[in-house]
């Protein structure tokens, strides 16, 4: 199932080559993340206060056509795999009508207590767990 | 007792004008404020390992002269008041010679609970107290 | 005119009080202000795009009440002075009903060429200067 | 040659689940390179002085052991291979004695004009394409 989260560039984003700095791709795709779980019904705040934080493995990103400000860019995501103990997102970031591809990355991801110690939703936390399923489709 | 705490420019900071963007301000002033507080003998890290937090209460800056990439500031920073309850800071970022002045700055802050209820330093953490009583001097 | 400016909190402006980091308050008063001028009919890109660059000289901000991770602020900016040459821009940041004011602030900002020298709109940007005129009311 | 760049992890950096945000981490590696190259003698603002940008094509980072607030890591840093055209960089984010390994890292890097055109060190920059070989080594 993939979701679409649109994003303007903003000024304090761009950097002195007068384009979107890259750090700031990650960040979008966190917001791109964070926008698929909260339509799938799993919202991140829901799953903190439940005592499950999924922080960031990995992340890669092809850089293909800059963002300038102001510009408006449709994140396509989507969760390609979930096993129950970890999860990996994808992304494409494009203009409006898809004629423009200015990156695609990826990002992957498991589940840990607030200790930091790894929890399988599968085992401890079955309705998110099915929530999951659910995204994955 | 003021304080120098020195700091170089990144480039992930700059903005399309080519200059340090001015939010940036704002957390280099933060940087000088924990690097004051390291040296009198008060870490964040330390206090937060204590329960006590030091939200920003309120801030205020003057942009004089722009600062560029690689450029090396040097931020004078001095607590101006302390009441046991709240403190106030004062910065200054000038170059290496003070002969250029790039900014000015001011922040106010306060001690809360992890529970960011209002705590009194003076009356509930005595050694930190005594600690920021030297500060000032 | 005041304008409202709507906002959410994203995950990655937040910090370890688990509450937006206040640097982040800056960053958002100047989309803010983006967002008003756009609706004014001079937009930041427009005005760049003519040479003429519009920094910040001074910003303020007291923080009242801590806003949350996927909270949303709407943030109220209205100019209040404009002279040709520089301008003041106030800001209230609410919750929905303004019954929680999370911030207030203000900005200082002139306008100078891509060389950063200071330049007048009254003067050399007449069609500019009436737009700002006309947002002023 | 590989280069250790030193940095320590600010408040600022830090997201609610009290460990630095992986954003953040982006930011590092592009103040690692601009050290490694410094250190090399091609800075980053000569290059740009030059009119040669250097634009990241691709960024790709594991997350192996959370950076907390106040802790220091050793960012080493690499250049694997230059083509004239085209480079790539590759990091260890360790603690001091390398007994801890937070990060590993890569990024893709090519050469454009300020009106980010492509741009070949080896035809048109003689000295900085040198100077990029000797750092292979």
Partial sequence: MEMIYKRTAHY????QMAIVHH?????????ARVYLMNKAGV????MEAEGVL?????VSIEYKRPVLFEETVYIHVEILEYTGVRFNVSYRVTNEDESVLHATGSS?????????RPVSLKKKYVKMHQLFEQVIG
């Fill in 43 to 46: 919202p991140y705040s829901l």
């Fill in 54 to 58: 999924s922080p960031v493995l990995g």
């Fill in 12 to 15: 304090h984003e761009t950097d």
């Fill in 23 to 31: 750090s700031n791709y990650i960040k979008w795709l966190e917001e």
């Fill in 108 to 116: 992957k991801h498991c589940f840990v207590s607030k200790t930091l």
